[in-house]
C-alpha cells in the first residue's frame, strides 16, 4: 500500500522530536525504501514518457534511498528486473539535494527549468537529488551519467502508468494534475551524458526511468 500523505506529516513530527533529543545530525538524514517497481519505457525507444501509459513494463525491484540533504550525500540503490533487462543504478554524489519542492510543470517549479524541465505536471516533492550515476544492464555497466531522483505525490496510475498530461510542447496550454495527492512514488532516471536527440522523448538516446509505488519514510 502507498503512504499516505498524513503518515509523511507524522514522520516529519517524529523527524523534529529526534532533532530535539538527538542534534540536527541525526534528523537531517533521510532513509526512503521502495518497491512494487515498473519501468516506464524501453531504455532505447523514441517514447519513455508515454503519458497513456501503454509502454509501462511491470517487472520486479526496489530502491533504498539513504541521504542528508544538509551534507549533500549519501546513496542512492535502485534495482529493476522486467522485459527490457535487469537494471541497477547506484548514485553517491550529488550536485544538489532538495526537500518540499515543485518540480516540472511549465516553469520549472522551484528549480532552474533545465533541471526541471517541463516533462510532467508540475509535482509536489518530497526529497529530490540531481548528479552523476551508474547505470548497470544484465550486470554490466551501460553508462555513467546524469541521474535524478524524485520522491512525490503520485503523479502516474500505479496500475495503469498513465499520466494527466499532454507533453512539454503542450505544458503551458495544459499542465495537467496529479494522479493522487494522497500517496506517494518515487522515480529515477539516468541516462548518458551527451548532446539531445531531436525525435526521443526524453531527448537523449538511452533512459532508464525506474518507479516505485509501495513507498515507506523510516
Request: aromatic letters at 10%.
Amino acid at each position: 500500500m502507498n503512504q499516505p500523505v498524513e503518515k509523511i506529516v507524522l514522520g516529519l513530527i517524529a523527524s523534529l522530536f529526534l532533532m530535539a533529543a538527538y542534534g540536527s545530525a541525526l534528523a537531517s538524514e533521510m532513509k526512503i525504501s521502495g518497491t512494487k517497481a515498473t519501468q516506464v519505457g524501453e531504455y532505447e525507444s523514441k517514447n519513455r514518457f508515454c503519458y497513456d501509459g501503454s509502454c509501462v513494463i511491470h517487472g520486479t525491484g526496489d530502491i533504498s534511498i539513504v541521504v542528508d540533504p544538509e551534507t549533500n550525500s549519501g546513496q542512492i540503490t535502485a534495482t529493476f528486473n522486467g522485459s527490457d533487462g535487469e537494471w541497477r543504478i547506484v548514485a553517491n554524489e550529488f550536485q544538489m539535494i532538495r526537500t518540499d519542492v515543485n518540480l516540472h510543470g511549465a516553469t520549472g517549479g522551484d528549480i532552474d527549468p533545465k533541471m526541471s524541465p517541463p516533462l510532467l505536471p508540475q509535482v509536489w516533492t518530497y526529497l529530490a537529488t540531481w548528479g552523476p550515476g551508474q547505470a548497470f544492464l544484465n550486470g554490466e555497466l551501460a553508462w555513467m551519467g546524469p541521474t535524478h531522483m524524485m520522491f512525490t505525490e503520485q503523479v502516474r496510475d500505479s496500475k495503469t502508468g498513465k499520466v494527466d498530461y499532454k507533453g512539454p510542447m503542450m505544458a503551458k496550454e495544459y499542465g495537467g494534475s496529479i494522479f493522487n495527492k494522497h500517496a506517494v512514488q518515487v522515480h529515477i532516471v539516468s541516462h548518458p551524458p551527451g548532446d539531445p536527440v531531436p525525435g526521443t522523448l526524453p531527448p537523449f538516446p538511452k533512459f532508464v526511468h525506474l518507479m516505485y509505488d509501495d513507498v515507506t519514510w523510516h
